[in-house]
Nanobody, 115 residues
Framework: QVRLVESGGGSVQPGGSLRLSCAAS????????MGWYRQTPEKQREAVAT???????TYATSVLGRFTISRDSAKNMMYLQMNSLIPEDTAVYYC?????????WGQGTQVTVSS
């Protein structure tokens, strides 16, 4: 059974940076795609950034140029480097792994951007 655990969330001032990590355990296939999503009480969960097994990255327009997704397949890790954070980035961030037609979600980590 695949399990995902996020870490690295916290509180930061506008303009600051955070790095989220997602540790995957269990049977992970090399063809799995992964991504970061976020959700607030007011909005549905939205995709922030995704990365395919081949390394193709996609980003939401709102984070383009500020966030960078990466993965270390050898360590079953995925990261989200978040720079120039703004209050609108405040949300619970989730990592997701998709393989064999199934989605696996982590428990989420809170990111709060406030002065």
């Amino acid at each position: 059974q695949v399990r995902l655990v996020e870490s690295g969330g916290g509180s930061v001032q506008p303009g600051g940076s955070l790095r989220l990590s997602c540790a995957a355990s269990g049977k992970i296939f090399g063809t799995a795609s992964m991504g970061w999503y976020r959700q607030t009480p007011e909005k549905q969960r939205e995709a922030v950034a995704t990365i395919t097994f081949g390394g193709t990255e996609t980003y939401a327009t709102s984070v383009l140029g500020r966030f960078t997704i990466s993965r270390d397949s050898a360590k079953n890790m995925m990261y989200l480097q978040m720079n120039s954070l703004i209050p609108e980035d405040t949300a619970v961030y989730y990592c997701k792994l998709q393989q064999l037609g199934l989605d696996v979600w982590g428990q989420g980590t809170q990111v709060t951007v406030s002065s």
